[in-house]
């Protein structure tokens, strides 16, 4: 899906040595082209204030390593697998997703969608797919790795 959103240039700036830096020290597997920097705080996801201050609300200080990934990619209309382990912060960074594209459609479509409430809508006319999986598992000391795979 288009996306308006932009990475900061203060991140592009760093580069893919400093990304590649960042994606060691918190066991990530990136694979794909052109993939969004990873990024260490929700202030530079660039999410309205409400839901900062929500996460503030909630103790949620920064992003675990598939939000500072998963996130950033998603956010940039990026079709993305990510892989973490129970526990690692997968159903925040789906939620907040589909929830920023949710309101951007709504934006986009306001006027359109009350010209059409008769017509069902599909993927040409505004309905967003999102495929969520869960597996269920024992966390264990130890388990950090997280792949997220874009294309």
Not at 32 to 54: H, N, V
Not at 64 to 69: H, L, R, V
Not at 87 to 106: E, I, M, N, P, Q
Request: aromatic share 8%.
């Amino acid at each position: 899906m288009p996306s308006s959103w932009t990475v900061p240039r203060y991140l592009l700036e760093q580069g893919e040595d400093e990304w590649t830096k960042i994606c060691q020290q918190w066991h990530m597997e990136v694979e794909g082209i052109d993939i969004p920097p990873p990024m260490k705080r929700f202030k530079d996801m660039k999410f309205p204030a409400p839901i900062l201050k929500s996460l503030v609300a909630k103790n949620i200080q920064r992003p675990t390593p598939i939000q500072m990934q998963g996130l950033p990619v998603a956010l940039a209309g990026r079709d993305m697998v990510g892989i973490a382990f129970t526990g690692s912060g997968k159903t925040l960074t789906f939620s907040f997703t589909a929830r920023h594209a949710v309101a951007r459609r709504r934006i986009a479509h306001a006027l359109d969608w009350w010209r059409r409430t008769d017509r069902l809508y599909s993927s040409d006319n505004g309905w967003i797919r999102l495929v969520a999986c869960v597996q269920q598992q024992e966390h264990r000391p130890g388990m950090t790795r997280t792949k997220i795979t874009t294309t």
